[in-house]
């Protein structure tokens, strides 16, 4: 799979069941230390980070999605065997009550 340089919430959602389903890990990332409600969120850390398993999606999120956008670039040379991906919109777009339904 291709990863683009972000995803919507709707995207992450669906996303992380067909990938974990074949066992790729999704991981969503706080770089504000703000975590969002009703979503499983690890604080920024690249040493704890790196501890996943290569292959390993992280979906990067600030506040409004654009820092973290911008900054996608420097998360690729970082995390080289990661796919790094910015969460559209940021904490302020998530919907806690959001859910995925299958057809």
Not at 18 to 39: N, R, W
Not at 82 to 97: A, E, M, T
């Amino acid at each position: 799979m291709k990863f683009p340089n972000e995803w919507t919430q709707k995207e992450y959602l669906q996303n992380k069941i067909k990938l974990e389903a074949q066992g790729v890990k999704i991981v969503l990332i706080d770089t504000i230390l703000s975590p969002i409600e009703g979503a499983r969120t690890v604080v920024y850390n690249p040493h704890e980070m790196k501890k996943y398993p290569r292959g390993s999606v992280f979906v990067f999120y600030c506040d409004s999605g654009k820092s973290t956008l911008h900054r996608i670039a420097e998360y690729r040379e970082k995390f080289p065997e990661y796919h790094c991906i910015s969460l559209k919109g940021g904490r302020g777009y998530w919907r806690k009550n959001m859910s995925i339904f299958d057809d």
